[in-house]
């Protein structure tokens, strides 16, 4: 689906920001966004491009109170000739329906919202940094629309996607983090929503990770809401151990969300020759491999950061460290491949990138 999305242009263009290296994350939006809007009877409609500008919101809009909305994340890249790629975008709206289905929300045509993201970003290709690591960071989402006070699923909806010009995720170099685990809080069970890219999902999470800031620790690792043992995901990442020389995640279950960048790695460790494991990791387990020296690494991997080593892993009164608390070989050689792939530093032997004239 290549024909044109109607566009009005800004007539009162941003002024762009002069320095690249101090861009941060999510803060700067660029000139333009998409809208469609959903009519029950009629579909998904009236797909535009119009200037980036507040959305005007009637307070009983159902999604102030009901929390029914969906999100995904993904980013365009600036290559060393100046052509721009994207990073297995359909997967993301693949998995944007999965997210749908889930919370009532009506599914989108994937090819089509792939053309929207490319036509965006073509518009606004302008405002995609070129420093080294900066990307433009492509977020698309749905709430529900209604002016209506009662739970039920909404009968209208927008689907949106904004841009921002990001900094490098790693200024000051790939350092690994310090992480501890969450033994009071749970983020999400099997028959949940733990497998969406919903909003809800996010706030349920803000509690543990402040708690976590106040300690001294980056990140919070998440384990079952059932037994409060197995190991899920850390932070928003998923999160990944190299155990006796295998490359060892939880398997999905339903309450872990299925990332694309964990997909890619997993597909990456395929050609690279790493033996992977997908299984049910218990924090007891882990904290008897690592006392006996079996695991050499921990990093989570995810959109925003691609792979972020883990140093140290705080549970109970017990402290793991990896690695001599270093980024590991395997972690850094994930990190140099995706990366690698994304900005079109190297070969894509899968198809994974979309690249824009």
Known sequence: MNHPIPVIRTLTPKAKPADESRLGFGQIFTDHMFIMDYIEGEGWINARIE??????????????????????GLKAYRKADGSVNLFRPRLNFERMNASNDRM??????EDF???AVRQLVRLD????????DTSLYIRPFIFAADPFLGVRPAHTYHFLVILSPSGAYYPQGLNPISVFVEDEYVRAVKGGTGFTKCSGNYAASLLSQANAYRTGYVQVLWLDGIHRSFIEEVGSMNVFFVIDGKLVTPMINGSILPGITRRSVLETAIDMGIEIEERMIAIEELAELSAAGRVSEMFGSGT????SPVGTLKWQ???MTFNAGKIGPVSQRMYDTITGIQYGRLQDPHGWVVTLA
């Open 125 to 132: 290709a302008d405002w995609i940094p070129s420093a080294a």
């Open 317 to 319: 009164d017990c402290t």
């Open 113 to 115: 919202c792939v053309e």
């Open 104 to 109: 009532a929300i009506p599914r989108v045509d």
């Open 51 to 72: 200037p980036y500008a507040p959305i005007p919101m009637d307070p009983s809009t159902m999604v102030f109170h009901y929390g029914q909305s969906v999100f995904e």
């Open 304 to 307: 925003a950061a691609v792979i």
